[in-house]
C-alpha cells in the first residue's frame, strides 16, 4: 500500500492510491493532501486505478478532504476504474437482525502467527490478530481462495472484500482494541446458494441500535461511524449474535 502525489501539466495536483485505502492508512493520504493544499494546490484529482478497495474510514477522509479543498475556492475528482461497483449500486441497503442460528458466538482463543488460512470444501476458517494493518492481507488470503461459481468476479472483487474489510475493522477496532494479543475469528461458509462471512470478537458486545445515522446532516462530515451502513448496501443479509460480538454477512449467489 502506497500513495503518490505528482502535479500535472495543468496545475492539477494528482494523488494515486496503490493498494486499499483503509483505516489503518487514512491519516497518511489526508495529510499528503493538506500538505499539497498548503503548498498551493486548488485542483485534486484522487487516483483509484490501482485500488483494491476502500472502507468507510478511507470514504468519510474523502469527505473531509473535499469539504477542506472547497473552503480554500478549490474542487476534489475521483478517478476510478469504468467496472468498479459504488456503494450505492450495490443492490439495496438491509436491515440487520439476530442470528437466531448462534453460529457466531465462540470466545476467541490465541492463534498463531502468520496468518493460517484453513480451507476445506465447506468453509474456511482464519484467525486474525487484532491490528489493523493485516486487515488487507487477511482480506487478500480469504478472497484469493474464495472458491469460483457462487459469486461474479466482480462481487468478490468488491462486494465480498469490502465487507470482510469493514467487519474485520469494526471487530478489531471495537471489539478487540487493537490489542495484538487478542484475535478476531473469521469463518466463511461456502454454499451452491450464498457465501456466508461470520467475524467474532472477543469484546463485550455493543448495541447496534445505537450506532449514530452516517446519512443525518451532523454526521455527514465525520470520518467514521460508517462501517455498518456500508455493508448493509454491500451484502444480502446482516445478522448479529445475540451478545453483539459477531456478525454474519450473508452474499447470495450471482
Known sequence: MSFSVKKDKSGVVVVGVDGQLIVGNRQE???KVLDALEGGGRKFVVDFIKTGYIDSSGLGVLVSLSKKI????????????????RADQARHAVRDHEDGRGGVGRVLMAAPLPLRLHVTALEMRLDVPSDLNVVGDA???????????TLSPRRVSFNFRTALAEALSNAIRHGAGED???????????????????????GGGYDRTRLPDPTRPENLEREDGRGLFVIRHLVDDVAFNAKGNGICLTLRAG
Open 29 to 31: 493520504l489526508k495529510q
Open 70 to 85: 472547497r473552503e480554500q475556492g478549490g474542487e476534489l475528482r475521483l478517478r476510478r476504474p469504468a467496472d468498479l461497483v
Open 139 to 149: 482480506v487478500q488470503l480469504v478472497a484469493s481462495r474464495l472458491p469460483a461459481g
Open 180 to 202: 495484538p494479543a487478542r484475535v478476531v475469528r473469521v469463518r466463511v461458509e461456502l454454499g451452491r446458494d450464498a457465501v456466508r462471512i461470520h467475524v467474532t470478537d472477543d
